[in-house]
């Protein structure tokens, strides 16, 4: 699943491409893509709509319209690509956007992610193999994110913060750092790669960690996310294309594999029914509650 770093990356690249466009017309290809409102509004609504601004809050991805916000989640496999819009839709195709025809002034973009010829005649299509992705059309963004927690870049994410907030709850921390209601943006990739980075075991209760390694967790994730960003995201699965984070991982995926630190074997267990990899050596615990 795309996590913050992908997100960013995506968000950064079509922005430049996507910026005082027209939607002229919306291709509701599966209409379960759309979270809300139902199709026939949809498509009434973002009809003739400009482009103002191209962000992300957490793992959202999200565009500023004239009137209305345009929220899209990817979730396990959804994509976004700038095509031409002479080209044939694609088998998992489920939603097309056909912007005004006009020029760009965006240099090319040499990872294909958006293609010269379709500069002219674009349209911005979500591609989902697995149907997962959801799409939202609000006049108000915090309809759909009101309940997001602190991005990890905010203002208000200090370690003081994140002490407080893990003593606020007893939960293990890997499951409570994946939770967006708590922490907006990581996934289960940058989870792992963070709590390797502040030597914190992925079982330990939130309420036991100590003031110096909510300090260490606190740097950790926001230069992991730094880094990942830096990278333009992990390249995973068939669908993310063109980052190259995954050549620098320390345990995510890597089970059986050496410690960059200290040699010890990673380890892959269950945690909350997700994969979760850790080093033993460098990640210890004196007990699990």
Same mark, same amino acid.
């Given at each position: 699943?795309?996590?913050?770093?992908?997100?960013?990356?995506?968000?950064?690249?079509?922005?430049?491409?996507?910026?005082?466009?027209?939607?002229?017309?919306?291709?509701?290809?599966?209409?379960?893509? &759309?979270? $809300?409102?139902?199709? @026939? /509004? +949809?498509?009434?609504?973002?009809?003739?709509?400009?482009?103002?601004? #191209?962000?992300? !809050?957490?793992?959202?991805?999200?565009?500023?319209?004239?009137?209305?916000?345009?929220?899209?989640?990817?979730?396990?496999?959804?994509?976004?690509?700038?095509?031409?819009?002479?080209?044939?839709?694609?088998?998992?195709?489920?939603?097309?956007?056909?912007?005004?025809?006009?020029?760009?002034?965006?240099?090319?973009?040499?990872?294909?992610?958006?293609?010269?010829?379709?500069?002219?005649?674009?349209? &911005?299509? $979500?591609?989902?193999? @697995? /149907? +997962?992705?959801?799409?939202?059309?609000?006049?108000?963004?915090?309809? #759909?994110?009101? !309940?997001?927690?602190?991005?990890?870049?905010?203002?208000?994410?200090?370690?003081?913060?994140?002490?407080?907030?893990?003593?606020?709850?007893?939960?293990?921390?890997?499951?409570?750092?994946?939770?967006?209601?708590?922490?907006?943006?990581?996934?289960?990739?940058?989870?792992?790669?963070?709590?390797?980075?502040?030597?914190?075991?992925?079982?330990?209760?939130?309420?036991?960690?100590?003031?110096?390694?909510?300090?260490?967790?606190?740097?950790?994730?926001?230069?992991?996310?730094?880094?990942?960003?830096?990278?333009?995201?992990?390249?995973?699965?068939?669908?993310?294309?063109?980052?190259?984070?995954?050549?620098?991982?320390?345990?995510?995926?890597?089970?059986?594999?050496?410690?960059?630190?200290?040699?010890?074997?990673?380890?892959?267990?269950?945690?909350?029914?997700?994969?979760?990899?850790?080093?033993?050596?460098?990640?210890?615990?004196?007990?699990?509650?």
């Amino acid at each position: 699943m795309p996590e913050l770093p992908e997100v960013e990356t995506i968000a950064r690249k079509l922005k430049p491409h996507l910026l005082g466009k027209m939607i002229m017309e919306a291709d509701v290809r599966w209409a379960r893509t &759309l979270a $809300f409102p139902n199709p @026939r /509004k +949809f498509k009434s609504q973002i009809k003739g709509q400009e482009i103002k601004d #191209v962000t992300r !809050r957490a793992k959202f991805f999200i565009m500023q319209l004239s009137d209305y916000s345009l929220l899209i989640h990817l979730r396990m496999s959804g994509d976004l690509l700038i095509k031409d819009s002479k080209i044939k839709p694609e088998k998992h195709d489920r939603l097309i956007l056909k912007l005004q025809s006009a020029k760009s002034s965006a240099p090319e973009d040499p990872s294909n992610l958006v293609h010269a010829a379709a500069l002219r005649r674009a349209s &911005l299509v $979500f591609n989902d193999t @697995r /149907k +997962f992705g959801r799409v939202w059309l609000v006049s108000d963004a915090a309809e #759909v994110l009101g !309940r997001l927690g602190p991005e990890p870049f905010s203002k208000k994410f200090t370690p003081k913060w994140l002490h407080t907030a893990l003593h606020s709850k007893h939960r293990q921390i890997k499951p409570l750092l994946l939770d967006q209601t708590f922490l907006a943006g990581l996934g289960n990739i940058y989870t792992d790669e963070s709590l390797n980075v502040a030597k914190v075991h992925p079982l330990m209760i939130s309420d036991a960690v100590t003031v110096k390694q909510a300090e260490a967790l606190h740097n950790a994730i926001r230069n992991v996310l730094k880094e990942g960003i830096r990278r333009n995201g992990a390249s995973f699965d068939w669908v993310y294309r063109g980052g190259e984070f995954q050549n620098y991982f320390r345990v995510y995926d890597r089970a059986g594999k050496p410690c960059p630190t200290c040699g010890t074997n990673i380890e892959r267990i269950l945690v909350g029914q997700r994969s979760t990899h850790f080093c033993p050596n460098c990640q210890t615990i004196s007990f699990v509650s």
